[in-house]
């Protein structure tokens, strides 16, 4: 007696599992029939499906790239805030402690000799400590 081929809900359908093709039909193998659905039916279920998995990857693609923008955003917030900081450092002289304080006695030795004034003193004094 032939097996009775049953019509199954297409939910019920494995879709990791192999079909084997006949005339009409494609059969859900699995080591017994569960099911056919005729070629062109199963044809639009997995149309259907890879549509909707078509607009899942779109959807996600823009959710990840407004993810991506404001990682960016906050990124590049970050980078201005050290360059801000960065902008306000002091340059490090390239004169050690000692050559300053060297440089400082010379110049007390100058205006006392009166070769600088006071005033020319005093601005250089200020332009050395600033580098400390």
């Known amino acids: 007696m032939k097996d009775e081929v049953k019509k199954v809900d297409t939910?019920?359908?494995d879709m990791d599992n192999t079909f084997e093709s006949s005339e009409n039909n494609l059969t859900h193998g699995s080591g017994y029939t569960r099911?056919?659905?005729?070629?062109?039916?199963?044809?639009?279920?997995?149309?259907?499906?890879?549509?909707d998995i078509k607009h899942q990857s779109i959807e996600l693609?823009?959710?990840?790239?407004?993810?991506?923008?404001v990682l960016g955003e906050k990124i590049d917030g970050a980078v201005d805030d050290g360059l801000d900081a960065a902008k306000k450092l002091k340059p490090k002289s390239s004169e050690s402690k000692s050559e300053i304080i060297d440089l400082l006695e010379r110049l007390a030795k100058l205006k006392e000799q009166g070769i600088i004034t006071?005033?020319?003193?005093?601005?250089?004094?200020?332009?050395?400590?600033?580098?400390?």
Do not use: M, Q
């Open 11 to 13: 939910e019920e359908f």
């Open 35 to 51: 099911g056919s659905l005729p070629k062109k039916g199963l044809l639009e279920i997995l149309a259907k499906k890879a549509e």
């Open 118 to 132: 006071e005033k020319e003193f005093n601005a250089k004094k200020k332009d050395l400590l600033s580098k400390i």
């Open 61 to 69: 693609g823009k959710i990840a790239a407004r993810e991506a923008e």
